[in-house]
């Protein structure tokens, strides 16, 4: 089983099946390919879809398997099924699931659906703060958890019932369900090279039509480990819709590109616009893979099959949107570009659940989350401007400019670490896609940032020549009721936010300033603000690099190819990079002067000070100590 982020913790249900709980990567937070903390059934074979960044298969790909349930942010900790406690009967069958970040014990109810199951998400035990690590049932029959990590106080906790509902031991084995999965089962036996692959092949193909999609993924995984040649023109011959696809994701997994053009064939007998909303999903799949796994089609063959699905773009559903869209810019549609610029100006459901009482036990973390919630970023949209920056031809200049400045509403919204960095580099890639003449009559607006230093409030004043024991001494005695909304506005005023993210907010050339807290005194900020250059971060230090033209670069390397450097130029605008080949590099060495500038608060007057200090201590809680009441 693969395709996890971080399965920290699983246990075995007492039917022998096994359940994980997956992390999230709460960077990606705001993006469309974020995927929350879940609960997956793992079995034979099975396949989850996670990848780094971008690359993250939704759940609905036919060569991966859906979640039983998704949870929402945290951290995932301990994990155990709830035999043997006295309590009553459902939370005797229950799975726990611990969640560190949010001080959170979860109960899973699972009920087989199919050759699966499918859960409903109770909270069974919460605190702030909790730092859940794991939980264990006693042979006293009560619920053991222990909390602790990160520098936390370490504890154990007994739970027990106290009600008046039975608590004598249930069965905890489902006789519902059990005759899918033992089929299931007797499928997945078949997971492996055979000495009689016309026997296994001959068993499977039935399945691979099947109504549920854990029997239909059992079948394939066996036939693909079958040699190609023995079933490869069952697959062009086969009539039935679900069977055919389900097939044609194995061959174009496993075949060569000479099947490619029988196998465009076969699916192009499907009617697309009678196929059930999964089922077109399943097939928009199997033509990617055919030409990810066998190669790009013919020029005809990619107009031709274009043209097909131009006619069902943009439909009613979002997930098949996407994909189509994905699909038609692969394809070069001449039609892309009109159709789906429109959609970037409709409001979407992002289709997320977050449970509000649940973030709020973490300020630190979940302060974000609620940022985000409050300013929620479009994903429909977002996966659009994603899918559209690989057009390169057939934009007219007026959508090129909806296009780049869809971008400044996108910057406006909140989300995770990554947000703006995802952002900045899908642009990039926009606009590297363009010719010439094209960035010449756009560098206006698709080269500026994503911050304007116009939309940022002034500093009031009267500053002043603020120094670190200036800072220091102001603190000490004056760091209270401080206002939370002023701090904020300092943040900007200061110019802050053009580099650094707080809470969500912000830009992403220095380091995300969220957690600030946690990692500096009051002395060692204010020398971070007032003397940047005293210690800086090798992470975000300048190089001085000097070429055999004799030109002179200053700025952070963002990227090393092997071949040339990409050098961020101007840590104010994101856009102002340079790339420098190695061969011509004639000297390089770190810079003794931070990219941040200095003097950035000496505009701002003591009340705007202080309130900035107390912002940033604040981790983004307005409900933190430093302000009023």
């Not at 009613?316 to 038609?328: F, G, K, Q, T, Y």
């Not at 590099?585 to 003591?606: C, F, G, R």
Request: aromatic share 10%.
């Amino acid at each position: 089983s693969i395709g996890y982020r971080n399965a920290f913790d699983m246990d075995f249900n007492a039917d022998g099946e096994l359940f994980a709980y997956d992390a999230d990567m709460e960077w990606d937070m705001g993006m469309p390919w974020y995927r929350p903390t879940r609960v997956v059934h793992a079995t034979d074979g099975s396949e989850f879809g996670w990848r780094s960044g971008t690359g993250k298969w939704p759940p609905y790909f036919p060569d991966s398997l859906p979640p039983v349930l998704d949870i929402g942010p945290g951290s995932p900790v301990g994990v155990t099924f709830g035999y043997g406690l006295r309590f009553p009967a459902r939370y005797q069958k229950a799975l726990f699931l611990l969640d560190w970040t949010f001080g959170t014990i979860y109960t899973v109810h699972l009920e087989p659906h199919g050759a699966s199951y499918r859960g409903s998400l109770e909270q069974f035990l919460s605190r702030s703060p909790l730092p859940l690590t794991d939980a264990a049932v006693g042979p006293d029959g009560a619920l053991y958890f222990a909390i602790g990590g990160r520098g936390t106080q370490s504890a154990l906790y007994r739970v027990v019932y106290t009600g008046d509902e039975p608590t004598a031991p249930v069965d905890a084995h489902d006789a519902a369900g059990a005759e899918l999965r033992s089929l299931r089962r007797k499928l997945e036996a078949l997971h492996g090279p055979s000495d009689q692959p016309r026997s296994v092949v001959e068993t499977v193909w039935p399945y691979l039509g099947h109504e549920d999609r854990f029997i239909r993924y059992a079948a394939r995984i066996a036939l693909e480990f079958q040699p190609v040649d023995v079933w490869a023109s069952r697959v062009f011959a086969e009539t039935d819709p679900q069977t055919l696809v389900t097939a044609a994701v194995a061959l174009a997994r496993q075949g060569k590109p000479i099947h490619q053009q029988p196998l465009l064939d076969a699916l192009d007998g499907i009617d697309f616009g009678q196929c059930p909303e999964q089922l077109q999903l399943e097939l928009l799949r199997a033509y990617a893979l055919t030409f990810i796994r066998l190669g790009h089609p013919p020029a005809d063959r990619a107009r031709q099959l274009a043209k097909k699905l131009d006619a069902f773009y943009p439909g009613p559903s979002d997930w098949v949107n996407r994909e189509l869209c994905r699909l038609l810019v692969y394809l070069d549609s001449p039609t892309v570009v009109a159709k789906t610029l429109p959609l970037m100006r409709k409001r979407h459901d992002n289709h997320r659940v977050f449970s509000k009482d649940v973030i709020a036990r973490n300020t630190r973390y979940g302060g974000t989350i609620a940022q985000m919630l409050a300013n929620t970023p479009d994903e429909q949209q977002i996966h659009y401007a994603f899918m559209l920056m690989n057009v390169k031809y057939g934009w007219t200049l007026e959508q090129r400019r909806e296009y780049f400045a869809w971008f400044e509403k996108a910057a406006k919204w909140s989300g995770g670490a990554s947000f703006a960095g995802f952002l900045k580099n899908i642009r990039d890639y926009a606009f590297n896609n363009m010719t010439e003449a094209e960035k010449k009559a756009l560098a206006s607006i698709a080269d500026q940032p994503l911050i304007k230093e116009e939309q940022l409030p002034k500093p009031i004043g009267p500053g002043r020549d603020w120094t670190v024991e200036d800072l220091v001494r102001l603190a000490s005695t004056k760091l209270k009721n401080r206002d939370f909304e002023a701090g904020r506005r300092a943040f900007r005023a200061a110019k802050c936010i053009q580099c650094h993210r707080f809470a969500g907010e912000g830009g992403a050339t220095g380091p995300d300033l969220t957690n600030v807290a946690g990692r500096f005194g009051i002395r060692d900020l204010a020398e971070a603000l007032i003397e940047p250059s005293k210690v800086i971060s090798d992470q975000y230090r300048a190089m001085v690099i000097v070429t055999a033209s004799g030109k002179t670069y200053t700025g952070r390397i963002l990227n090393d190819d092997g071949k040339k450097l990409t050098v961020l130029i101007d840590p104010i605008d994101a856009t102002k990079i340079v790339e420098i080949a190695k061969s011509d590099i004639e000297a390089m060495q770190p810079s003794p002067v931070s990219l941040m500038p200095k003097d950035l608060l000496d505009p701002l007057n003591e009340d705007e000070v202080l309130d900035l200090l107390a912002f940033l201590l604040s981790r983004g809680n307005p409900d933190a100590p430093y302000f009023r009441r």
